[in-house]
């Protein structure tokens, strides 16, 4: 009986065949002619209201063997340099040193906007030379500087694989998750603030992630709706100024939490995504295809392998029993399965549904979107992922 496997953390093509008809099922139930609006604060944010990256370097000690070897100077002259600065001088060389217990890292954090003095931050230590885990290490005090090579925060603390472990020996190793990346919970404390200033000249802005002239145009009208005056315009595609009439911080945050509630009906130009590795295929709601014909063949290749037993005859002298393979090809080229006639103006549900009728698997469907895109027929651009 032969048995059909799939290989594991892959996909096998039924499977995926059925996955993306599901997905493209779920998608068509949903009622595509009625815009979705959603909240400006989900597709737009407010200018000035940013976070900023902080990035420092820094020692993780504490380790069991498993830091950077000895090839690694920089980890050898940090240590120096620390125990010199603690009053401490070694005449030796940083060649000499054999610090296996210690790994030098690089430490990143995001300093959430509005943070405040003593604020507590989530930092991320990466190794930055050879060492083969940080497990059971501790940062030390490590300065994480912003783009103006100013402190803005301070992070120490022990670090926090996230159940992350290597161990090996003489030919053999193990791993479990990445074990020279780790993270501290709250081990950064914000030590300078930035000013953020919302409102500038008593102009509110207000930018969309993804820019376009109808988007902007629809916000802008539910804006003014919302305050009931003509307060926003449309600098452009992407940015949107509203008049500020009440210059008070409080007046400010009040104008900011109602723009952020406004709720906008975000339009989006027809796009075709194409996953090749993985056959996924998305497809917005505003695809329409010219008039045009389909037709999908198929080639269809098998390869059986029948195996028999070849024995010699009775008292033959040197006889051995062998298997003796018998391996059978046929090539068959399918005539079309049928022809789809696609309208003029036809929408997502009906395209898919025509290539559905044809049996089309994902990369066949990905074949037939960049054909009918070749042609001239598809109205929507066509990204492959």
């Known amino acids: 009986m032969s048995r059909c496997t799939t290989p594991r953390g892959s996909m096998g093509p039924i499977r995926r065949a059925a996955l993306v008809t599901a997905i493209l099922a779920a998608a068509l139930a949903v009622p595509w002619g009625r815009a979705t609006a959603a909240r400006l604060k989900d597709i737009a944010y407010i200018e000035g209201v940013r976070s900023n990256q902080l990035s420092g370097y820094g020692v993780v000690v504490g380790l069991n063997g498993t830091g950077d070897s000895q090839q690694a100077l920089f980890t050898a002259q940090s240590i120096l340099n620390m125990l010199r600065r603690r009053g401490l001088t070694l005449e030796v060389n940083a060649r000499q040193l054999q610090l296996k217990n210690v790994a030098t890292v690089m430490v990143t954090a995001s300093l959430p906007p509005f943070a405040r003095s003593g604020n507590r931050l989530d930092v991320l230590v990466s190794s930055l030379g050879d060492a083969k885990s ?50 501290i919970s709250g081990g950064g404390i914000v030590e300078r ?43 452009d595609a992407g940015t949107i100024e509203v008049a500020v009439t009440d210059m008070s911080s409080e007046g400010v945050v009040r104008l900011a939490s109602v723009i952020e509630t406004v709720e906008v009906a975000p339009d989006q130009r027809a796009r075709v995504l194409l ?72 929408s997502l549900g009906e395209l898919v549904a025509a290539l559905n009728a044809l049996g089309v698997t994902p990369q066949d469907l990905i074949a037939i979107l960049q054909a009918i895109r070749a042609a001239g027929a598809l109205q929507a651009d066509i990204e492959v992922m």
């Open 134 to 183: 940080l497990q059971g290490g501790t940062l030390l005090q490590t300065p994480l500087f912003a783009g103006d090579e100013e402190v803005y925060a301070v992070a120490q603390g022990p670090v926090s694989l996230g159940g992350g472990f290597a161990a090996g020996g003489a030919g053999a190793s193990a791993q479990k998750s990445h074990p020279t990346a780790a993270f």
């Open 193 to 235: 603030e930035v000013p953020v200033e919302v409102a500038r000249q008593g102009v509110l802005t207000v930018s969309l992630q993804d820019p376009d002239f109808t988007t902007a145009s629809r916000a802008v009208n539910a804006i003014n709706t919302q305050l009931q005056r003509d307060a926003a315009t449309a600098r």
């Open 275 to 346: 996953n090749e590795r993985t056959g996924t295929v998305i497809m917005g709601e505003t695809v329409r295809v010219m008039p045009v014909a389909i037709a999908h063949g198929s080639l269809t290749v098998r390869v059986k392998t029948d195996f028999g037993v070849s024995q010699p005859t009775p008292f033959a002298p040197g006889g051995q029993t062998v298997v003796v393979p018998d391996t059978a090809l046929s090539v068959e080229e399918g005539a079309p399965r049928s022809l789809a006639v696609l309208e003029s103006g036809v």
